[in-house]
C-alpha cells in the first residue's frame, strides 16, 4: 500500500498473555486512575478512540454497536405485553447499554449501577455517541457496587436486567458469582428476564467461568441460553452472552411480528441487532455446544 500511514505508538491488548490485537495509535486522549482502575482514551487509526480499562478494551466507537445493541435488544425483544419496563444496568458507565435500551419506548424507568465515576466522566467526554443517553429523564445514575445495589433492591422490582462488566477479575468477579445472580433472581419479576455477557467461548481461559455461570443460573432460572456476536476488537472476536429467564424461552417465545413493531421506531438507528439475527444468535456451533452440554 503506498501511503501506509506511519505511527509512533502502538498498543496491544495482550490476551492472557499469550497473543492479541494490536491497534496503531495516532494519539492519547486521558489517562488517569480511579480508585478502582486504569482509565484510558486512545485515538486509534482503524476503530476511532478506543476505551481501556486497566488496558483491557471495553469499547472502540467503530465497534461498540455489535455490544451494545446484542446486550440490550434480544431481551428486550422478549419481554411481552406493553406494561412500562423496569430496567437495571449493572456496570456499563459508558451508557452504551442504556442508550440501547431506552430506544425502547415501552422502558418506563432505568437503574445504571456503575462503580467507576470516572468511567462516566472519560465516556461522557470523549465518546458523545455512546453516552449520548446518560442525562434521560427516565435514567437514574446510580455510581455504587452494583452487588450491594442488587442486594437491596426490592423483590421482584425489575423487568430485565443487564450485567455489563468488564472482564471477571478482581472487584468485577462477584459480578460473575452465584450470591449475585441469586440476588439478581430476586430483584426480577416473574417474568424478568437476565443477560450477562460471558466473555469469549474460543477461548479455552474463559470455558470454567462460562459453564459455571451457566450451571448455577440453570438451578435459579427456568430456562438459561447463550448467544454470539461478533465483536472485532474483544478477545477472539467471538463473543457470548448469557439470557436466563423464568419464563421465556428466547426463540420459542420470540415473536417476530411483535418484536419487528416494537423496533420500527428506531430500526433505522440499528445497524447489528434485527429479528433475523436473533434467531440466528442462538445457533451455537459444536465446540460452543459443548461446553456446557454436561447439563
Ligand atoms: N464490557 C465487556 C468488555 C469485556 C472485554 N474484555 C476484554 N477486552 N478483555 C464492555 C463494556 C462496554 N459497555
Known amino acids: 500500500m503506498a501511503d501506509e500511514k506511519q505511527h509512533q505508538f502502538r498498543y496491544t491488548e495482550y490476551w492472557q498473555g499469550r497473543t492479541g490485537l494490536t ?3 495516532e494519539d492519547i486522549l486521558f489517562s488517569e486512575r480511579s480508585d478502582y482502575q486504569q482509565v484510558q ?11 481501556l480499562l486497566d488496558g483491557l478494551v471495553m469499547l472502540t466507537e467503530h465497534d461498540e454497536f455489535v455490544y451494545h445493541e446484542m446486550i440490550a435488544h434480544p431481551a428486550l425483544c422478549l419481554l411481552d405485553g406493553d406494561a412500562p419496563r423496569r430496567v437495571l444496568v449493572v ?8 442508550r440501547e435500551v431506552l430506544r425502547h419506548e415501552h422502558v418506563g424507568h432505568v437503574d445504571l449501577v456503575e462503580i467507576d465515576g470516572l468511567v462516566l466522566e472519560a465516556s461522557r467526554r470523549f465518546f458523545p455517541t455512546v453516552a449520548s443517553a446518560l442525562d434521560d429523564d427516565r435514567l437514574t445514575i446510580h455510581v455504587a457496587d452494583g452487588v450491594a445495589f442488587v442486594n437491596n433492591a426490592e423483590a421482584g422490582s425489575y423487568d430485565l436486567i443487564l450485567v455489563d462488566s468488564t472482564d471477571p477479575v478482581g472487584f468485577a468477579e462477584g459480578l460473575f458469582g452465584e450470591a449475585f445472580y441469586r440476588a439478581c433472581a430476586r430483584a426480577l419479576t416473574a417474568r424478568g428476564l437476565l443477560v450477562t455477557q460471558a466473555e469469549s467461548p474460543f477461548d479455552p481461559a474463559f470455558h470454567g467461568l462460562i459453564a459455571e455461570a ?10 438459561v441460553h447463550l448467544y454470539l456476536a461478533y465483536v472485532p476488537t474483544y ?24 418484536a419487528a413493531a416494537q423496533l420500527a421506531p428506531f430500526a433505522e438507528a440499528l445497524r447489528y441487532y434485527n429479528t433475523d439475527i436473533h434467531r440466528a444468535a442462538f445457533a451455537l456451533p459444536t465446540f460452543a455446544r459443548r461446553l456446557f452440554a454436561q447439563d
Open 235 to 258: 478477545p477472539m472476536g467471538l463473543w457470548s452472552f448469557l439470557i436466563a429467564s423464568k419464563a421465556l424461552h428466547p426463540l420459542s417465545d420470540f415473536d417476530t411480528a411483535h
Open 41 to 51: 482514551v486512545l485515538e486509534t487509526d482503524a476503530f476511532g478512540r478506543l476505551m
Open 23 to 25: 491497534f496503531a495509535v
Open 214 to 223: 451457566h450451571g448455577v443460573l440453570d438451578r435459579l432460572f427456568a430456562e
Open 91 to 98: 456496570g456499563g458507565g459508558d451508557g452504551g447499554t442504556v
